[in-house]
């Protein structure tokens, strides 16, 4: 795999797309199968220290009423969780590291752990090592960090003087430390073009994921960002191009079919995505009075639901393209080595305690 491959997919011209589309789903379906797994995102807290250009949880962005979810809450929805068939909990909130905070996440995934059959994701952006280290020995199976964009310039600049550099070397520690790892991009960041998008993925394939989490960047009105439309807005089938050129680039990684698709396809976006290349779902389970303070961007489906609806919908959604549901936890298929990595350590370090 070359990035010229990656950049002759992409340029696949507009009558050949159904052909791209169908040998991605193939891909898809040889190495994947035809099982969806759902991993249900729980977005427990909207307070985040950063100030990146394109967010709505951006610092600077006083019309947000900001939450934390109380432990005992979150842990209320995990429990429901694997009777909605989501045998994976998503811990997602914005990035505001703290002691205190870092060790109250690390005693909440090992809750999760003792009290529910769910894998653990955990997203919450940047630490030390050491930090993801206690959370892995506290029973965290994977983490979701994107780099957003391959471009080190631009990264720094939508991210508030942040560097790409540091945010890979996050990934590594984290490959290090036996964790499954996530990442991903947004396709169609301001200034994008072809050459860009193939560096994005070409990373995403550089970078040995487990999980690759890519979505259309979508402007929002309450940021810096709001007046800069998509770069591929008057195309906007180049988003499922890219995802069925990332499943050819990335036979074996777990792909969602992200929640952004249906904000630029409402009630189809995320469907289509499962049919050119994707095989994850991730249905929001966040209570429902929580929702719509967690926009990262306008228009951002399901969020006048009540906790439990996403669960009911997607069934039907799988059901009407032919999908079924996964069972088990759904781990990585490329790497099995970082389960025995990851029980030596955790019968060395106590967890909790350790921090
Ligand atoms: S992208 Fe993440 S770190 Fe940046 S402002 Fe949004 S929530 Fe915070």
């Not at 991009?185 to 970078?207: H, K, T, V, W």
């Amino acid at each position: 795999m070359t990035k010229r491959d990656i950049l002759d997919w992409l340029s696949t011209p507009e009558p050949e797309r159904e052909s791209l589309y169908r040998q991605a789903d193939e891909v898809r379906r040889t190495h994947m199968g035809d099982a969806v797994h759902l991993r249900g995102i729980i977005e427990f807290s909207n307070v985040c220290a950063n100030d990146c250009l394109y967010c709505g949880l951006r610092r600077s962005n006083v019309a947000l009423r900001r939450y934390r979810m109380a432990p005992d809450e979150i842990l209320d929805v995990a429990r429901r969780m694997a009777e909605w068939g989501q045998m994976t909990v998503v811990l997602q909130s914005g990035e505001s590291p703290s002691r205190a905070g870092d060790r109250a996440l690390g005693e909440l995934i090992a809750r999760i752990k003792r009290e529910t059959p769910l894998a653990v994701t955990v997203s919450v952006g940047n630490r030390p090592r050491g930090t993801y280290a206690y959370w892995r020995d506290c029973g965290m199976d994977r983490y979701l960090l994107r780099f957003e964009t391959s471009d080190a310039d631009l990264y720094r600049r939508l991210h508030d003087g942040g560097s790409l550099e540091e945010r890979l070397a996050c990934l590594e520690s984290l490959r290090a430390l036996g964790v499954q790892v996530g990442s991903g991009f947004m396709i169609g960041l301001p200034g994008e073009d072809l050459d860009r998008l193939a560096e994005n993925i070409y990373l995403c394939a550089a970078l040995d994921l487990d999980m690759i989490g890519i979505g259309p960047y979508i402007p929002n009105p309450d940021t810096p960002m709001g007046n800069e439309p998509n770069a591929w807005a008057a195309a906007p089938e180049m988003f499922f191009v890219a995802i069925a050129v990332l499943r050819l680039a990335c036979p074996t990684a777990h792909i969602p079919a992200t929640t952004a698709f249906d904000a630029v396809f409402p009630g189809r976006g995320r469907d289509l995505a499962l049919q050119r290349g994707a095989n994850v779902f991730m249905p929001n389970s966040t209570p429902g009075r929580y929702r719509r303070d967690y926009q990262l961007y306008p228009n951002k489906p399901c969020v006048d639901e009540e906790s439990g609806d996403c669960a009911a919908c997607v069934l039907l959604r799988l059901k009407a393209i032919g999908r079924t549901i996964a069972i088990g936890p759904g781990h990585s298929r490329r790497n099995t080595a970082w389960a025995s990595t990851v029980a030596d350590s955790r019968k060395k370090n106590p967890g909790p305690s350790n921090f």
